[in-house]
């Protein structure tokens, strides 16, 4: 159901020519390192070995005259083999950054780093460790220009719901944020402990498939939905589908995980393979089943940010489970049997994976989003995001479709993090304290910067 791993490691650099400042390693701060020089090339006077256990570590102290977000690189040399570091700054979060092999120094984008005025630390913690630190360089990031993205939906015939939903999205990209919450039991929580009740309501087709209601799950979501757009509110739809056959149903992997690549058998490649296979015709009936669901939204002019296949480059579910390419077919076909065998014009088509082999084209997808669980890290997630703008170029609005934590809406801005929305996963994501804490809450909820029900009435006759 959700992704707990940090997926994503590095921010794609800024295209910006900035001037950079370098930190020689061998001059900052060492702990349980040392100083080595005899792997020529290196610049100024040495370089900094030794990263073999958990606790060691580089700190650079750097000044800054001003509160500025600046571009992070590091220039290393990689022997060992692939290996990762880890990036923290003024002690707090932190992005892992990946190191590949080289017998060269090279230099890395290591993501973006907000200064504060007067002093600050970046510490490179030791990660996998074995890698070879010569410098880090720090250059004032580059002012992104206006965003390039299309507010047109891809679907040629979608409908004039769709066309609002799309263009409301896009007048408020790069300005606001759209809070979420996934789960109408989780949405309530939020009304009633924060005070606040999210723009966005997010649902599961999960249990309208045969492979569950066919062992007795029964969902009211699609009730929800309607429910909660006629409160001026909107909606967005994940689908955990189970596999079709081939379920395990054993005490470690029960039915109602049939989603997970771990509790089934199903080949979501050989079931592709031929479209005379009775596999692929029973793929072909569960999206028939859920369209009837969807016809019920449009029917009810809800439209939905739509997001099947979700997390399908993680592998852990079955559809993500034989590698980008048939999962990149099941996309085609299901956009395909949506919109025009089942006429529904009422969907926003939303990718949720990063990689670029994994991306099935601008010509099936509205939004770009990504799923991230860091327990304890309110940052804005910006490596991700800035690796979804390099996704499309900048063609797709973006959207934080899961969340674990909530992001701090001072850094999203500092960082330029444009998340459109935010959903955050339901039960003790939202509700347990140690993911987000009650006050922490009411102050995200309460900042400008983030929109919620109450701010978005009328969202599809006008634009905030
Ligand atoms: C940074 O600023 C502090 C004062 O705020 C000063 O003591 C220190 O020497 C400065 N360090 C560097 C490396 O410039
Ligand atoms: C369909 O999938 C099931 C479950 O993996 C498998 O046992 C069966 O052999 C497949 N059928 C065909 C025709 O490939
Ligand atoms: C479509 O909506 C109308 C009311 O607008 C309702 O009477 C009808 O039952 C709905 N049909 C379906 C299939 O949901
Ligand atoms: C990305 O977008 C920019 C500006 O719209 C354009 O100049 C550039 O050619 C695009 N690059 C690619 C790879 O599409």
Redesign the pocket.
Known sequence: MILRVALNTLAVASVAVAQATTYQAEAATLSGVTIGASVAGFSGTGYVEGFDTASDSITF?I?STTSQLYDLKIIYNGPYGDKYTYVVLNNAGGSQVSLPATSAWVTVPAGQVLLNT??NTIQIQNNWGWYLIDAITLSPAAKPGPHQTTTVPVNTNANSDTRALLKFLGSIYGKKTLSGQQDQASLDWVTQNVGKTPAILGLDLMDYTESRISRGAVSTDVDKAIDFAKKGGIVTFCWHWGAPVGLYDTADHRWYSGFYTDATDFNIEAALADTTNANYTLLLKDIDTIAVQLKKLQNASVPVIWRPLHEAEGGWFWWGAKGPEPAKKLWGIMYDRLTKRHGLNNLIWEWNSIKQSWYPGSETVDIVSADTYTQGDHGPISATYNNLLALTNDTKIIGAAEIGSVMDPVQLQAYQADWVYFCVWSGDYISGGSWNSLDLLKSVYSSDYVLTLDEIQGWKNSSL
């Open positions: 102290t000044n007067g002093s």
